[in-house]
């Protein structure tokens, strides 16, 4: 069976797909805006995300997002920040107000919600996008291409 219902012959379809994961790449690599009012130093100690919606061809907006720190003395995960993307489907900082330092983070992604405000389903009911930081002084970006039925992800700054 071909991907996503593709009448097509399988190599077309996944050469379409694969197209469309170029084009939603392309499109999350310019810049991302600065949010003014922030000092260079709070600028660049954050994490901010994007989600490109790849089966609707749109950002993802209001796609709510949840941080998350994992406390190594405890071995739980401790919650950082609720946020929800923009009209652009982009999150200035997943941890607004709060300074980064270096761990294991995680951020939730809650896909279901998302899809549901289309009236469409999706396999995956939200992503976890788990990561390390290790130099807490860069700007690290953590976007997200999404479809009903598959995501990626990469680091980005």
Known sequence: MNPAGCNRPWLICAVSFFA?????????VHAIPTQSGLNSVEDKQRISSHVLDISNGNPAKNVRLVSFKYNESTKKWVELAETETDENGRVYSVHPGLALDTGIFKITFHTEEYYQALNQTTFYPQVDVVFRVTDPNLKLHVPLTLSNYGYSTYKGQ
Request: charged share 0%; aromatic share 0%; glycine share 12%.
């Open 20 to 28: 469309v994961v170029v084009v939603g790449l392309a499109l999350m």
